[in-house]
């Protein structure tokens, strides 16, 4: 079974802290995706990644900043957090053109 | 570019009665579709999927999806609810070409005993 595996379920950060969320997947999937999710909302997408080092803005990607360095890892950074990224964040990935995997979901709480 | 409409944001259904919950997509070309579902707290779980072949397809935890060309739509059915199944449901559609699948924004499902 494909894992994905949020490192956070739950965190509660200050303004201005500087946030890592981690993500890792153990079936070799090429495609990483970063997702908030918001009451009323849906899933919108912050970041995708396709491939190591590469990487492409989703619908919102202010606030935001990605790193994959390697294929089975993929890191959302949140530089300066902010109350309004108070959100759900899910991590998924996938082979190309092929169904999402989901993680668990990371709770984060800015204070 | 795709898109996908759930017009329920809620859906209130007896335990042990049957379930539809609608999807209508935009997109030119047959398009890949998905169901999924999300429990309070949890991460999304993939209920059940379409590519091509057969335009009914037999899902998890007894759900099943009817692709309709003619309607652009691929409704989730069940035909008896448990009170397990309360969660969000989100249908997605994937376009050739495209790594981004665009996801709905999703029904509630409250189930009465």
């Known amino acids: 079974d494909v894992k994905v595996t949020q490192s956070s379920r739950y965190l509660v950060k200050r303004t201005g802290e500087k946030v890592f969320l981690e993500c890792v997947q153990d079936?070799?999937?090429?495609?990483m995706f970063w997702y908030r999710q918001d009451p009323g909302l849906g899933l919108r997408l912050i970041y995708f990644s396709y491939d190591v080092k590469m990487k492409e803005k989703g619908d919102i990607p202010e606030g935001y900043s990605v790193s994959r360095e390697k294929k089975e890892r993929f890191s959302l950074i949140l530089e300066s957090a902010s109350t309004n990224q108070t959100s759900m964040y899910l991590c998924?990935?996938?082979?190309?053109?092929?169904?999402?995997?989901f993680g668990e979901g990371s709770r984060l709480t800015v204070l | 570019a795709q898109s996908v409409t759930q017009p329920d944001i809620h859906i209130t259904v007896s335990e042990g009665a049957s379930l539809e919950l609608r999807c209508n997509y935009s997109?030119?070309?047959?398009?890949?579709l998905f169901w999924y579902v999300q429990s309070p707290g949890q991460g999304l779980q993939l209920l059940l999927k379409y590519f091509s072949g057969d335009t009914l397809v037999q899902g998890i935890k007894g759900f099943e999806a009817e692709f309709k060309r003619s309607q652009s739509s691929f409704n989730l059915r069940k035909p008896s609810v448990h009170w397990s199944d309360a969660a969000e449901y989100f249908c997605a559609v994937g376009a050739g070409g495209s790594y981004i699948p665009t996801f709905g924004r999703g029904t509630s499902l409250i189930v009465h005993p």
């Open positions: 998924a990935s996938s082979l190309p053109e092929r169904e999402l995997f």
């Open positions: 079936m070799d999937h090429e495609n």
């Open positions: 997109y030119g070309a047959t398009p890949y």
